[in-house]
């Protein structure tokens, strides 16, 4: 069974994945979709790395761990984007940051546990 932090990271990896998730899709029906490209493709990374991070700690690999270092940098690339476009009134991208930097910070904690 996994202790409380493992699955506490887990959670914040899920709910990582299904914020960049929603937010690449809700980008798809913004008005200027070239201008949502950047953060189209960092939700789309940042999905991805927290979508294996979260099946590797579950598992148990001890691979799981060296991927915590990505992915806080790809968490907070994705959140600083979105921030950006969640200041002028894009409430998905708002979400995104949000939920990038929850990400990212209980991934920092759990890098140096």
Known sequence: MLDDKSLSLIDALNNCVTACNYCAT??????????????????????AICQLT????????????????????????????????????????????DACRECAEVCAQMEHA
Do not use: F, Y
């Open 54 to 97: 979260a099946t590797l700690i579950a598992r148990g690999s001890d691979h799981g761990q060296h991927l915590l270092k990505e992915c806080v940098e790809i968490c907070n690339k994705c959140a600083d984007e979105c921030q950006e476009h969640g200041e002028s009134g894009m409430e998905h991208c708002k979400d995104c940051a």
């Open 26 to 47: 809700s980008c798809l029906d913004e008005a200027d979709v070239k201008m949502m490209t950047n953060c189209i493709k960092l939700d789309m990374d940042c999905a």
